[in-house]
């Protein structure tokens, strides 16, 4: 991935859609998109986004994007902030790591985006996703930083909500709890997949069904579409930078209650889960048993053979679930530690910096004031304290406190 300073985002029509035809703009938007334009009007104050970064420091604001394996969410990160994280193909990962985007600035805040691998990934076990999402919110919480909002995407192409997404659903509500509900946007996507009819009728289940998305609903959160334009990711992301700050259940367990990270609510679920995944496989091994025991009286080498190789998968896996329910307190509290001398060294670092600005502020203010009120000073000193000037104000911090912490954690996490 390759980083830079804080993007601004140019567009002065925040809901142009980027395949409207010149005849569209007259058409009143879909009721959906009215109230999250409203949202970012709101957000706005009324005013497009600034070109030049302001002279003050800008808010930081930090974001994570969650859910499923596909569901999108590198592909919508990529597009706020203009990334390059990994995009995956159908239903492979390629997010295997807790990532940080660039640092973008929007209406006047500096906003970071977390991307996240789903408890479905492809080559990176439940165990690994929970500690490295873990280590990244404890850290960043120890220093005082809290998230302004998660947003959890969902495909409302998919035909059925099915296991996998469930318990992926079910392990984000236990990272965030019930008291952070209201910082929460729950946003479908991929719209374009489904007839407008179709896509309703799924968004309807997703609100009303008390296995879905109602709970989390009715405790506050907010369920929005993305229609795959950066005017409609905006909007979404309007609606959730608004927010105040507050601590997940995960931060609040393993920082301010010093919880093993395996007696979390989230750990508790992942254990459970682990739990019943293993009971599966030890029923579908008696059976294999049995049947392997049918062949041989049988004689039937070759489905004996077969067997015999399931028998050995399952006996593997039986053997990896055992064993990522063991190491899970063991490697986080390893890797914490690891992640508490890196913080420590970027609040150091930060510390420097802070430093250098109340320098740069200072030597801002006197050539200011000089050049205010000085009558003696010839047009080429004024021109030379004016580039002074412009070279000091370039020298601001980029990339904010999110954006330097993120990758700084997120590169010792190589799976």
């Not at 579409?225 to 700050?245: M, W």
């Amino acid at each position: 991935m390759h980083t830079h300073g804080p993007r601004t985002l140019p567009s002065s029509r925040p809901f142009a859609s980027s395949t409207a035809g010149a005849h569209d703009h007259r058409q009143p938007p879909p009721r959906y998109l009215q109230s999250q334009q409203q949202s970012l009007s709101q957000y706005a104050g009324g005013r497009t986004p600034k070109r030049q970064m302001p002279s003050r420091e800008p808010e930081e604001i930090l974001i994570a994007v969650m859910g499923a394996t596909g569901a999108g969410k590198s592909t919508f990160i990529n597009l706020l902030s203009d990334s390059d994280l990994a995009v995956g193909e159908g239903l492979k990962s390629c997010t295997t790591r807790v990532e940080t985007a660039n640092t973008f600035e929007l209406y006047g805040k500096l906003i970071t985006l977390v991307d996240t691998p789903g408890f479905d990934d492809t080559t990176v076990s439940d165990t690994d996703i929970l500690k490295m999402i873990a280590v990244y919110l404890s850290s960043t919480y120890e220093t005082g930083r809290k998230l302004s909002g998660i947003i959890y995407m969902h495909r409302i192409s998919d035909f059925r909500v099915g296991g996998v997404s469930r318990r992926n659903f079910s392990m984000f509500r236990k990272l965030c709890g019930d008291e952070t509900l209201r910082n929460v946007a729950l946003v479908t996507n991929m719209w374009s997949e489904v007839t407008p009819q179709r896509g309703a009728a799924r968004e309807a289940e997703l609100r009303t069904d008390p296995l879905l998305f109602a709970p989390v609903i009715n405790g506050g959160a907010t369920l929005l579409r993305h229609d795959g334009t950066l005017a409609g990711a905006q909007a979404v992301l309007a609606h959730v930078a608004r927010n105040t700050p507050r601590t997940l259940a995960i931060q609040r367990e393993l920082v301010d209650e010093h919880k093993d990270i395996a007696d979390t609510a989230a750990g508790v679920e992942l254990d459970r889960e682990l739990a019943a995944l293993r009971a599966a496989h030890v029923a579908q091994l008696a059976e294999i048993q049995r049947e392997m025991e049918a062949a041989l009286a049988e004689k039937d080498e070759q489905t004996r053979a077969e067997l015999g190789a399931v028998r050995g998968e399952l006996l593997a896996n039986i053997a990896q679930i055992e064993g990522d329910r063991d190491r899970l307190s063991r490697e986080f509290a390893v890797e914490k530690a690891r992640a508490d001398e890196r913080v420590a060294k970027i609040q150091e670092d930060l510390e420097l910096e802070k430093a250098a600005r109340a320098e740069r502020q200072l030597e801002i203010s006197r050539l200011t004031d000089e050049m205010a009120n000085s009558r003696t000073l010839s047009a080429r000193e004024r021109e030379d304290m004016q580039r002074q000037l412009v070279d000091l104000r370039k020298q601001r911090s980029r990339g904010g406190f999110f954006g330097k912490i993120g990758r700084a954690i997120d590169s010792f996490f190589g799976f």
